[in-house]
Nanobody, 119 residues
Framework: QVQLVESGGGLVQAGDSLRLSCAAS????????MGWFRQPPGKEREFVAA????????VYADSVKGRFTISRDNAKNAVFLQMNSLKPEDTAVYYC????????????WGQGTQVTVSS
């Protein structure tokens, strides 16, 4: 089992920055891919970014490329999402997820953290 806890959400204005954190505990995550997803109001959950824990390889949704950066801290067993130049359309509940690197589906999820961007 892997437990994930997100933090760092809040209410900001358009153009501001915010940094989300995801603390992982339980089973070692060295063979996992860690991802950030978001669910805007009234919409389905969508992919934002992912990072291979051991490789550091990153991938981003087109909508956030150049504005968001995913990173990890092995010592802290944590994954971060630095969000710059935030837009109102970034408003969503942001979730941290984990999957084994050989799997497609994410097996573990955090409880989510709300990000609201006002115009």
């Amino acid at each position: 089992q892997v437990q994930l806890v997100e933090s760092g959400g809040g209410l900001v204005q358009a153009g501001d920055s915010l940094r989300l954190s995801c603390a992982a505990s339980g089973r070692t995550v060295s063979t996992y891919v860690m991802g950030w997803f978001r669910q805007p109001p009234g919409k389905e959950r969508e992919f934002v970014a992912a990072i291979g824990w051991s490789t550091g390889y990153t991938v981003y949704a087109d909508s956030v490329k150049g504005r968001f950066t995913i990173s990890r801290d092995n010592a802290k067993n944590a994954v971060f999402l630095q969000m710059n130049s935030l837009k109102p359309e970034d408003t969503a509940v942001y979730y941290c997820g984990a999957r084994l690197d050989r799997n497609i589906d994410y097996s573990y999820w955090g409880q989510g953290t709300q990000v609201t961007v006002s115009s």
